[in-house]
């Protein structure tokens, strides 16, 4: 195991980066962070949280079903359907990063939606009245007021998402994603009889990176539960 991370630690990181396009493990938290937040699955997320929480029932509705629909079926389904889908809706082909951060950003904002929605509720309903009271709109005392309070409360959720979709993205090298399980089948191809050695390196560096991001998660959890206990 040792000599397998010895002789292509290189790879496992980066790919075949800079002679090729990056690979390994950067491109993992690249596509993990691309496709969690960063202008994609955050946003859609937002909106279905609010259309879920909202009084406007076809919104309400439509939100429902892509929660439900999304969450109840396998990545892997997804992403052969943005794979098989996507090239005939907009009639050209697309790479298989775009592909897969495609279907990535779908799948993502039905639980990322549940995270919000769950921080939405979970705040006093006193909170939306008492701003209302005070002269503002639904809209203001949402982006003032409610949203605020909810996405601080759920920052440890949305770490511990990031973990989640880190591990998910090892689906992807099924479509040619060049992440960092792609490259261990390359290293594994290239070795042919350590195979177990490869595969040991490759969980160990998913181990130790989910390990810490949830590290991560607890401690931002215990920060924001002390700020939110201490007196004012």
């Not at 002679?19 to 690249?30: I, R, Y």
């Not at 009084?55 to 943005?82: D, E, N």
């Not at 880190?166 to 099924?174: G, M, P, Q, R």
């Amino acid at each position: 195991m040792l000599d397998i991370l010895h002789e292509y630690g290189l790879m496992f990181l980066v790919g075949t980066w800079p002679v090729g396009p990056l690979g390994g493990f950067a491109n993992t938290l690249v596509l993990a962070g691309l496709g969690l937040g960063l202008g994609l699955s955050f946003p859609l997320a937002m909106l279905l949280a609010l259309a879920r929480t909202g009084s406007i029932r076809w919104l309400k509705m439509l939100a429902t079903v892509w929660v439900y629909t999304f969450r109840g079926i396998p990545l892997v389904m997804v992403v052969f359907w943005a794979y098989f889908l996507l090239p005939v809706m907009i009639d050209t082909t697309v790479p298989a990063f775009a592909t897969a951060l495609a279907a990535i950003v779908v799948y993502e904002s039905a639980f990322l939606a549940e995270i919000v929605r769950a921080g939405l509720d979970g705040l006093p309903k006193g909170q939306m009245e008492a701003a209302r009271s005070i002269g503002l709109s639904y809209a203001q005392a949402m982006k003032s007021v409610i949203l605020p309070q909810a996405l601080l409360n759920i920052i440890p959720s949305l770490v511990s998402q990031f973990v989640s979709t880190i591990k998910a993205t090892s689906i992807v090298y099924i479509i040619g994603v060049q992440e960092i399980t792609f490259s261990a089948q390359q290293i594994n191809s290239i070795e042919m009889t350590r195979a177990l050695s490869v595969f040991l390196v490759l969980a160990a560096f998913y181990f130790v990176a989910c390990l810490e991001l949830s590290q991560f998660a607890r401690w931002l959890e215990a920060r924001i539960r002390a700020r939110q206990l201490r007196p004012a």
